[in-house]
């Protein structure tokens, strides 16, 4: 017995088989090998390549499963035959309805009726523009500046199929202390640089006639995620422009004003879905097909929320889910947009002459921030084309669009 | 020639050509991608060609703020002066306040590491906070930061004081325990008082190792000022990174990482230089 | 005054001068510590000794048995559990000036040379941190240079050898440098911590010779701990001898000669029951 134990205490050195080091460690296994294989077989190396052969088979037997599996997976997408087509989404009051189209089964009951696959995406703000850009999603749900400012402007064409909302005083500048505009000059400003917060306020003092004094007030750029806090604990800090909810919990403080939002400037912010419209013009027509199933998704929702009575709170309740917010803070927060519920509306709006002025006042703002790009020289390198055909800037560089075909196609139940 | 030789001996040219290697490899690709998206897009800004690159890094070191139109009386300067009112130049120095600031904090940290070190009942009254404290992640208590030092200057240097200082406190605590206690008693029976032997004998000892404890804790350093200036800042140099975001300027975006990491570099050099000149006895790394 | 009678400095002058306490004195020392399971262990268990000033004692034992302990007794690095440690009537609580110390490793400080070595204990005397920047630094500077000179000079080092770091010299020359930043404090006692035992023979028979002479100069008591019986009968005037109680745990001194009695190796390795060590 001690003279079994010694064989199997010290790695014999067979050469060429690293297995054999484990020797080592599975002296019990050795052992119990040993003792299994009967009176008739008792010498040592038969032991050992026993011992070998069995591990060989682990091995080998582990390396099938593992290669199976590998094929599976590889497999699996070529098995799939549908076009599928990502959105993306991020936490706003108007862009909510996609978790509840996702989680309804609504959008995939539309991607089924067009013969393609949906996915809905939720990301953070940035992020999603960045996934937009960077081509790895084919459409997305942004503000109208951002259409222009980053697709648009790092020239990836970009067409708005549906005009969801406008923020109509989703978008505040709160002061305390009954600050008011004419006192911010020379004070610092909290807000996120270069979105449409700053555009908010420049269009309110503009309104106010103080545009000369823009740059004098001090921005500070600060994150969206630390603004709420950042504002509320510093009380050396006069003035915020944010979004709500966070306008909502700011709010709450005692002595804050909210002295100018984005109802006095109502149609300038715009709530818009855009697709590539590289996509659109896919040549199977798949592009058109998903984004038909957008529109339609998308105005069923809408007719779903837009009711009155308790089918109504359920669905409203599903997409506050989405954010985490009761219901109550999102009906408060739906107060202050103005949703386009039908596609009548969204219609009208997009097609009216004073559509095209506010994007003008929008591309301006861009353009005077280098938005647009450092190296554009002109406001007309970046074009935006209308439904009616007009374009805004150059003709060959049409960056923008946008298209009322299918909240047409919606309007008229064609979809 | 086997890559997996203990013993090998790699000549001067392949010393050489190995080290650059990794660095060519990846200019090229990055070109080569920055060509490959340019011929689908000459607008593309999420990978700067060399061309753009460069009028990006004259942007970023002429021009002031990227929203002031170019005033008249630029036309005039120098291009010095241009360079010291530029972009990139008032960012750095209100960065670099900010992050000398932050150093010069960690000196009393080393003191407090010292005593805790040296004399028991300092150890007893601060080690079991200290380890607690570390433990904090400072980016995730922001809201009681702000209650408590505003979000100005203060609040940033305090950032990069609460992020980084226990590291150093706990570091140079375990760097005078490691002094053998010979050289404590050494002390005492050449006459020393303890406050001698604290700083005469210990800490002059520990001195190199600790300022090498600083210089491995510079990265942190600036990831916490960094983190300071992203969230809410008027000036600075990841506040530019954060603003240049908004819309993708990584013309500029790109030059200003490669400029901070030459900045850091040259810091790191100057502390081993200065390591090195003033503890010649040290042999250490 | 009463006529007649005496002052009571006079008086004290023809009184018989009182018994002198020994130099040092160990009054029943136990040295033991706590052990996981709430046991103890024991090092030195009842030791009473009596050292009188120029002495040169070796104290010897195996490894283990606790003379280093010893040492550090005298010294005032460690307290004991149980019983006094007297130098001069007064108890020891720590380290300091008149107990020099000589370690086996870590002698000197890394962070400076050999000369500022040797001054460290005098300037630390005479000026804080706040007064070196004074002139009067820099010209007692000089004066303390002066004197480590002599010190270096004594020990048998070179002048060369004055503005090395420690790490740049042999053992040997570090123990001596050692020696000197001790002796400049004129210290009254001498604690050697098995300080020859890290050195080649050769360097330690020249040591052993210095150390010698240097206790004839002075007459500074030295306490020699060594494990090196030949070491320790040729150097000293006394032997203490640590041995473990076979019976109890802790160490007792089981042997306290003079050098001078016959057969003193022998009686030692008896007790020791060492092999008498062919090196030295």
Redesign the interface.
Known sequence: MCAIGKVYAHPPTLPGSSELYYGQLSAHVARWCFEASGPGRRTVVPILMRQVRSKTKVYRSIAFAAGVLALLVAAAPLSADKPTFTVGWSVYVGWNPYYFMNKSGIMKKWADKYGIAIKVQRFDYAPSLDAFVAKNIEACAMTNMEALDMPAAAGVDTTAIIVGDYSNGNDAVLTRNGVKLKDLPGKKLLLVEKTVSQYLFERGMALNGLESQIKQVRLVNTSDSDIAAAFISDTSHQAVVTWKPLVSQISKQPGITNIFNSSQIPGEILDLTVVRTDVLNRADGSGQKFAKALAGAWYETMALMSGKGPGTDKVLTTIAEGSQDSLESYKEQLSTTHLMYTPKDALELTTSPEMKQKMTLVKQFCFNHALLGENTKSIDDVAIRYPDGGVQGKADRVRLRFETAYMQMAAQGKL | MSLLNICAKPSRAATWTLSWLLFATGIVMYFYTAQKRHKENPDDRVVPTLSQLASGIYQAAMSQDGDDQPSADAQGQSAFERFRHGMLWTDTVASSRRFFYGLALLFPAVLLGLHMGIFPYFGIFFLRFILFFDKIIALSVLPILFIAFGIDELSKVMLIVIGVTPTIILDTFNLTKGVPPEQLVKGFTLGASDFDVAYRVVLKQIWPRVLNSIRLNLKPLMLFLFAGEMIASTDGLAYRIALLRRHMGMNIIIPYVLWVALLLFLVDLAMRLLNKKLHPWFREA | MVPGSLTESTQALLDPPPREDPFIRLDRIRVSYALKGGERKIVLDGIDLEIHAGEFISVIGQTGCGKSTLLRLV???ETPTEGRVLVEGREVV????D???V?Q???L????TVVDNIT??LE??EF??LTCFTPRYYTRRHEFRAEAMRQLAKMGLHETDATK?P?QLSGGMQQRVAIA??LV?K?KILLMDEAFSALDPGTRAGMQKLIREVWKETGTTVLFVTHNIAEAVRLATRVIVLAKNPAADGSRVALDLSTAEPDISARIEQVTGHIRSDAS
Do not use: C, I, T, W
């Not at chain 3, 720590?94 to 000036?97: A, G, Q």
């Open positions: 010294l005032g690095s720590r380290p300091d000036r107990r020099g110390y370690p490793k870590y002698s400080f890394p962070d400076k460290f204990g630390v005397e804080n941190l770091y790490d930043q001790a404090m210290p």
